[in-house]
Each structure stands twice: as C-alpha cells, then as structure tokens.
C-alpha cells in the first residue's frame, strides 16, 4: 500500500480492541521517526477516529505505516494508509468531522492497486535524524520488538495525555486572563491619552484659528501701508518732477550764450546744480514708475512685438549714450520670425534698463544682448563683462534702493532693477540673475511667446 517503499509496520484492524492498539503503534511510530509529543497525539487521534470509522463501514482495514519522501516541501512524511477489507464505493467514506484534518498535514481517499485507501501524513520536523535507509531498516526492526500494550494501558495513556492537555490548555486560559487584563489596562491608558491629546489639539486649534485672524489683520495691515506707501511715492514724486525740471531749466538757461557770461566757478557750481537735479530727477522718475507698477495700476497694450524693430531701436539709441570707448555694445540679430505677443513699450523699457545698467557698470570690455527661441517661450539675454556680483548678494539687487557695495565710481537709485523684475512679471514672464565675481553678469528675460 505504500508502493515500492517498504512499511515501517503493518496492522490489521478487525475488532474494537484494535482501534486502541492502531492508536499506540501510531504514537510509537511518530515517536521513532521524529515526531514532536504534541504531533504524536494528533496523529494517533486522527489514526482511532478513522479506524473507527472504517471498522464500522467496512468491518475491518489493513493498516500501514510508511516514511516517504515527497518533493513537494522537500521534506519527509510519515505516511499511514488504511485500507478497508472490502472495497467501498467511490465517494462513500468521508471524514464525519473537519476536525480529524485539521490533525494532520493531509487526509485523502484514494484508488490504490485497485482498493479504496484511507491516507494520511504528517511532515517529520526537519531537526529530526536523517531517515536513510539504514535508519528505516533499524526503525522496522525495533518497532517489530515493541509489544503492544493492552487496551486499558492505552487507555490509561490516553487519559494521561487528556489531562495533560487540560492541563495546558488551563495555563493558557490563565495567561489569556492575564493577557486581557493587561488589555484592559492598556485601553483605559489608550483611552486617557486619547482624550488628552484631543483636549490638546482642539487647544491647538483654537491657538491655530487666533493666529489665523492675526495673520489676516497683520495682511490687511500690510497691504494697507503698502497702499499708502505707494500714494505716497506718487505724489511726491508727481510734486517733486515739476520743481526739478524747473531747476534744470534755469541751470540751462544760466549757461546759456546769451546770457551774462559767468565765472569759471559759477559756470562749474551752475553744472554741478543741474548734473544733481538731473539725478534727482531720475530718482523721480523712478519712484513714479515703481509706485504705478505697486499699485497695479499699469495695463499691458498686447499686441505682436517684432524683436528686431526693438532690437534695432536700442542698439541706435544706446550706442550712442555709450561714453567709454573701452566698452562696446553687441546688439544680435533676433533670428526670424521674431515674433512675441507682449508690450512694446514696457519690454523696450526693461532691455533699456538692462543695457544701461550693463554700460553703466562695465568699465572694459563688452555689453551683449541676444535672443534666442525655445520652444513656446523667448529667452533673451544682457551679459556684461564687468566686475560681477557675489552670490548672496544676487537676489538683494532687486530690492529696493539696494546697491551693491563696491568701489565704483558709478552709483544709481537702486530701483531701476526692481522695477524690470516687475514688468516683466506683469508681462508673464521671469527676470534672472547669474553672475560671478571677476567675469560679469548675465541678466535672462524668459517670456511666453504668446500672452500667458
């Protein structure tokens, strides 16, 4: 029954005395081959129920108990096959209860050599002894000196096992008691941490809502000075331009030809008033535009921009504001088509302001801008070969009334670059900055193509 390989025992099951006999040599051949205590008495119970059933539908087995090894885990069984004296029709026997295969790894009824066969197996541990065939061999030949016991001495055992079992399943009913009121414990701390961290974050909450409305005051506050800083600026700057541009005028008019010749230190003193108010007048103008562009009260006219006609308009007018002949002014053809959908004026006003800046602060060397497409977007570019800016200071430049801290003798108001950052932040664009000190800076207009 166990096909080529030869049985560790073979039994005979034909009375109800019998059931108690296949239960003690199903033990003691678990015992040998290496099974734990706990699986000995499974197999054995699971052996007594099938026996008993069998004895009762088939009047009697043939029973044999087998170590195979089977390559399906790798690892060794002890097998049991139980073989009814008469044959039983396909599907007749069933287990009557799911407990006897829970007992065992497999339980099964198959055809074998033309018998209907009962068989189970239970997986030998791995730390067991190695059952090669010399070890089978020794095995057969102890269990067959063995003498079974009676029924009563197995039954005794099995009384033995039954209240060791208790026993255990006692001790873990006690550790369960303990188990749980450990649980018990744990909740009630869970459950008062729980509410003390509820109480703290709805506390958290309330702090979290309070610093929201002062956040929200300080914002309206915020914007509210910001409006009035920029009233301010554009008042007086709209007060100042009137009075300034009177004083250039009279200076003008003092130097004159046709008027009183002066001295040579009136003439010098007059040059000095009119070179301060044309500066003043410059910071003006800036303070104005700044204050409009704060205020938002500037609108793009968008419409098709030809970056070759801008090109080509302040290459001519700033060559010639360009007073040191050691710098020259590089103006690249834009290549075609040219094209990009923004303001006119307020994009020639930020190359204006990037150039000039350029030719302002380069004491030697060049000032180029060129333009290039990428994609849907234009990225037009001033570099400079002047002194460079250091790189924690690169952001600062576009605050207000900055300037960077230098021995040159060119100084400016500082608001001309944050006023470019904004139009072309208007204009759905970026300004950038990369520089380093020694090789100059590189100012990029990045704008869309089209209107954003």
């Given at each position: 029954m166990t096909g080529a390989v030869e049985p560790l025992l073979l039994m005979a099951l034909r009375v109800e005395q019998d059931i108690f006999l296949i239960r003690q040599r199903g033990r003691e051949v678990a015992a040998a081959v290496g099974l734990e205590h706990q699986d000995q008495v499974r197999l054995a119970t699971a052996l007594s129920e099938v026996a008993r059933d069998l004895l009762h539908a088939a009047a009697g087995a043939d029973v044999a108990f087998g170590a195979v090894f089977e390559a399906v885990d790798g690892r060794h069984h002890l097998r049991v096959d139980l073989a009814p004296v008469r044959p039983l029709p396909d599907g007749w026997y069933e287990p009557r209860s799911g407990a006897v295969a829970r007992l065992v790894d497999t339980l099964s009824v198959v055809g074998s050599e033309g018998d209907t066969v009962v068989r189970m197996s239970r997986r030998i541990p791995a730390n067991a002894q190695a059952l090669t065939p010399e070890r089978l061999a020794e095995l057969r030949a102890e269990l067959g000196q063995v003498v079974p016991g009676s029924a009563l001495d197995e039954l005794a055992t099995q009384n033995a096992q039954l209240i060791a079992a208790l026993d255990e399943v006692r001790s873990q009913r006690d550790e369960l008691a303990?188990?749980?009121?450990?649980?018990?414990?744990?909740?009630?701390?869970?459950?008062?941490?729980?509410?003390?961290?509820?109480?703290?974050?709805?506390?958290?909450?309330?702090?979290?809502?309070?610093?929201?409305?002062?956040?929200?005051?300080?914002?309206?506050?915020?914007?509210?000075?910001?409006?009035?800083?920029?009233?301010?600026?554009?008042?007086?700057?709209?007060?100042?331009?009137?009075?300034?541009?009177?004083?250039?005028?009279?200076?003008?008019?003092?130097?004159?030809?046709?008027?009183?010749?002066?001295?040579?230190?009136?003439?010098?003193?007059?040059?000095?008033?009119?070179?301060?108010?044309?500066?003043?007048?410059?910071?003006?103008?800036?303070?104005?535009?700044?204050?409009?562009?704060?205020?938002?009260?500037?609108?793009?006219?968008?419409?098709?921009?030809?970056?070759?006609?801008?090109?080509?308009?302040?290459?001519?007018?700033?060559?010639?504001?360009?007073?040191?002949?050691?710098?020259?002014?590089?103006?690249?053809?834009?290549?075609?088509?040219?094209?990009?959908?923004?303001?006119?004026?307020?994009?020639?006003?930020?190359?204006?302001?990037?150039?000039?800046?350029?030719?302002?602060?380069?004491?030697?060397?060049?000032?180029?801008?060129?333009?290039?497409?990428?994609?849907?977007?234009?990225?037009?570019?001033?570099?400079?070969?002047?002194?460079?800016?250091?790189?924690?200071?690169?952001?600062?430049?576009?605050?207000?009334?900055?300037?960077?801290?230098?021995?040159?003798?060119v100084r400016g108001t500082g608001l001309g670059l944050p006023y470019a950052r904004r139009l072309v932040t208007l204009l759905g664009g970026t300004l950038e900055l990369t520089s380093e000190p020694g090789r100059g800076s590189t100012f990029t207009v990045t704008l869309p193509v089209e209107r954003a």
């Open positions: 303990v188990l749980n009121a450990e649980l018990e414990e744990t909740n009630r701390g869970v459950m008062a941490l729980y509410t003390q961290l509820s109480e703290e974050l709805e506390e958290t909450n309330r702090g979290v809502v309070a610093l929201y409305a002062e956040l929200d005051e300080k914002s309206a506050q915020l914007r509210a000075a910001s409006e009035s800083k920029s009233r301010f600026l554009a008042n007086v700057s709209h007060e100042l331009r009137a009075p300034v541009t009177a004083i250039i005028g009279l200076g003008r008019l003092l130097t004159d030809s046709a008027s009183d010749p002066l001295t040579a230190a009136q003439s010098e003193q007059i040059g000095l008033i009119r070179s301060s108010a044309t500066d003043l007048l410059t910071l003006v103008n800036d303070l104005l535009d700044l204050a409009k562009a704060e205020s938002g009260r500037i609108e793009p006219d968008w419409a098709e921009v030809d970056l070759r006609v801008v090109f080509g308009q302040l290459r001519g007018t700033l060559r010639a504001l360009s007073a040191r002949p050691e710098v020259e002014l590089v103006v690249e053809e834009p290549p075609t088509p040219a094209v990009v959908v923004s303001d006119e004026v307020l994009l020639a006003q930020v190359l204006r302001n990037l150039l000039h800046n350029g030719l302002k602060f380069t004491e030697r060397g060049e000032v180029r801008m060129r333009a290039e497409r990428l994609g849907d977007r234009w990225r037009l570019t001033v570099a400079d070969t002047g002194a460079g800016i250091p790189a924690e200071l690169q952001e600062r430049i576009f605050e207000e009334f900055y300037q960077v801290p230098g021995n040159t003798r």
